[in-house]
C-alpha cells in the first residue's frame, strides 16, 4: 500500500512502509496556527514567491538525492543541511499561509512533490522544529471549500494520505494522528479544525515504541553489574559512531534525551574519539540556546571530549557580558551561572581552558575593567561550586594555578567574612609579601613574570579592595606592605620606580583623607584637594585610579562625606570613562558587601543611591 500518486500535483508515491513508521516515530510533536486567506497581500508575497524560487529549486533536487540513497554520506549531508532546510520551511509557510490554493498551484506547481519527500524523511522530521513547520504548511493547502477540480485533488490527497499513514501503523489505533496534532504547547484553535476535518476525536494517547527504543540503546551503553562484579557490554567503535551520527538531528526531542546522555558519558578503550564531531556541536548548539536540558555530568563530558565545543562556550558566555549592562555584576553571575562553567571547571582541564580564555581577553583589551569584573565573578562562581562539590580538593591546586605557588593560592582562597575585621591586615600583610616576594625575585621571572602574579590576584582582586578600606579607616600608619599591594593591583609591569610614585602618592592622599575623616564640617572642594585632583595641578599622578578609589572609600565611609559626595563625584566624573568607572566601583563595593555579609546599611544606602542616580544619566 503506498501514498495516492497525482501527476497533476507533482506528487511521488510514498516510501514503504517502514519508511512511514520510521518518520511516524520521530514526530514527537506539532504546532502552530493556520491563518486565512489574505488576498490583500498576494503582491507581496508574489514577490517573496520569487525569491524563494530559487532556494525551492535547490531543494527539490536535495530531496531527490537524500532519497534515493541511504548511505552514511546521505545521512551526513542530510544533518549538515537540517537548519537550512528548517529555515527553508519557515519561509515556505510564510508565503503559503497569504495565498488561496489556487495560488499556491500556480506559483509552487511542485508542493505536493516537495512535502511527500519531506514527509518521507525521519531526519528531516526529527530536526528541531521542522515538523511544526511542515504540518503548518500542510494546513495552508487545506481548503474548507474547494471551488475546482484542483483543489478537490490537493485536499484529498492530504486527506487520504494522512488516512493511509495510520492504516500503515495497523498496531496502533487509527486516533494517533489525532494525538500528534493535539499534543501542541501552542495555539491549538486552527489545529483543532485540521483534526475535525480529518474526522478524528481528540485522543490521548502515545505510543511507547521510540520510548522503548531508546531505553534498550541505552541499557547496552551503560555498565551493567552482574553478581557483584562490574561488567561492560561494549558495543562496537563503528557502531557507537553510526548512532551518535543519527542522534545529531534528534537531540532536541525530550524522548532521545537519555541517549544522548549516555552517549556523551559512555567511555572505550578506543585511543580515538568514537562519537560523530557534529553529534557534539549538536549537543553543544542545542544546550547553549536552551533547547535541551543535560545533567553537569554529561556537560563536562562534552566539554573535555570536544574542545571545540567548549571555547564556543565561552565565547557565547563573552557575547552575553558584551551585550548585558555594563558594570552589573548581579546580572554577569546570572550569566556566569547559568553558564555551567563555573561548576564545570571544577575540572582543572576546563579551569585552564576557560581561565586561558580569559587571559587572552584581558591582554588583548588592555586590562578592561569588564573584563577583570568578569573574572572575579567567574573566580567567586568557580570557589562555590568547588566547595560545594568536595569538602577535600579532588585535585591539587597546583593544577588548577600551575605557574602560581600553591601556598600564595591557599591564603588568596581565604574568605575575608570568616576573619574579623580588624584582623584583615594579617593575611593582607602576608598575600602582600608573598607576591612582592615572587615579584621581586629574579629566580621567578623565568616562568612568566609579575604578570602571573598580577593575573592571579585579579582572580581574587576583593582582597585589594579590602586593603583600601582598611588603610583609609585603620588609626596606624599605613603599612609599607599594603600600599604595595594596591599599587601593584592596578598595574602588573615590572616598573619599581612607578611603583614606588604611586605608593607615595596613595600615602599622601591617605594622610590628607584620613585628617578629614573625622572633621565635623567638610566641603567638596576640601576633598577634592586632598585628592590631589584639584584644577592646575602640573603634577600627573602615577595611578589615578588608586587615588578615585581611596576618595570614594572615603566618600562611603567617612561621617560627613555623605552630605557632600554627589558633588565630589561631579568634580571626578569630568569624562564618561571615569563616570564609568566610578559606577564600577560602586556596583563592585555593593556585589562584593553583599558576599562578605558587612553591615554597613548607612554605607550601603549611599552607595546604591550614587549608583542608581549614576546609571539615569549615562
Known sequence: MVIPYSEELGIFPSAQKTDWLCAYCFLPCLAGPWEGTSPSAFAEMAQDAVGLSSDYQFWI????????????ETQQDTCRHLPQFQEFLRQMYEALKEMDSSTVIERFPTIGQ??????????????????????????????????????????????????IYINLLDTFPKELLSHILSSFRFDMKEVGRFTQYLGYAPADYYPGLLKNMVLSLV????????????????????????????????????????????????????????????????????????KISLPKSAIVCLWLRH???????????????????RNSLRRIECFMKDSLLPEAACHPAIFRMVDEMFRYALLETDGAPEVLAAIQVF???????????????KFALKTYFPYTSPSLVMVLLQHPKGIPQGLWHQPLTHIS???????????????????????????????????????????????????????????????SQWRAQAMAEGKAVLGCLRKLFRSPTLSARDVHAAAGEQSGD?????????????????????????????????????????????????DQTLYRWDRLCMEAPTSRKLARELLTELRAHV
Open 61 to 72: 533536487w536535495k530531496l531527490s538525492v537524500w532519497g534515493q540513497a541511504s548511505t552514511s
Open 114 to 163: 516537495l512535502l511527500a519527500k519531506t514527509c518521507q524523511n525521519p531526519f528531516i522530521l526529527a530536526y528541531d522544529e521542522s515538523q511544526k513547520f511542515l504540518i503548518w504548511c500542510l494546513c495552508c493547502l487545506i481548503n474548507k471549500e474547494p471551488q475546482n477540480s484542483g483543489e478537490s485533488k490537493l485536499n484529498s490527497w492530504i486527506r487520504d494520505s494522512c488516512y
Open 379 to 393: 573566580t567567586w562562581c568557580f570557589v562555590e561550586a568547588l566547595e560545594k562539590e568536595d569538602t577535600q580538593l
Open 219 to 290: 541499557s547496552e551503553l551503560r555498565e551493567n553489574h552482574l553478581n557483584g562484579f562490574n561488567t561492560q557490554r561494549r558495543m562496537a567503535p563503528e557502531r557507537i559512531r553510526s548512532l551518535s551520527r543519527v542522534c545529531a538531528p534528534l537531540i532536541t526531542l525530550p524522548d532521545f534525551k537519555p541517549l544522548v546522555e549516555a552517549l556523551l558519558t559512555y567511555h572505550g578503550r578506543e585511543p580515538q574519539e568514537m562519537l560523530w564531531p557534529e553529534f557534539f556541536d549538536a549537543v553543544n548548539d542545542a544546550f547553549l540556546l536552551k
Open 307 to 325: 574542545l571545540p565545543s567548549l571555547e564556543k562556550a565561552v565565547l557565547h558566555l563573552f557575547e552575553k557580558l558584551i551585550s548585558s549592562e
Open 433 to 495: 609579601e608573598m607576591l612582592r616576594e615572587i615579584v621581586e625575585d629574579q629566580a621567578h621571572w623565568s616562568c612568566r613574570g609579575p604578570f602571573e602574579s598580577w593575573f592571579v590576584l585579579v582572580h581574587f582582586g576583593g582582597w585589594a579592595d579590602v586593603a583600601a578600606e582598611h588603610l583609609l579607616m585603620s588609626a596606624a600608619e599605613p603599612p609599607e606592605a599594603l600600599l604595595w599591594l594596591l599599587a601593584f593591583s592596578y598595574s602588573p609591569r615590572d616598573r
Open 538 to 586: 602640573p603634577r600627573p599622578p602615577a595611578c589615578p585610579w588608586l587615588i578615585r578609589r581611596l576618595t570614594l572609600n572615603f566618600l562611603l565611609w567617612a561621617p560627613g562625606g555623605h552630605a557632600i559626595a554627589r558633588e565630589v563625584i561631579s568634580l571626578m566624573a569630568q569624562t564618561d570613562e571615569i563616570t564609568h568607572e566610578i559606577i564600577g566601583f560602586l
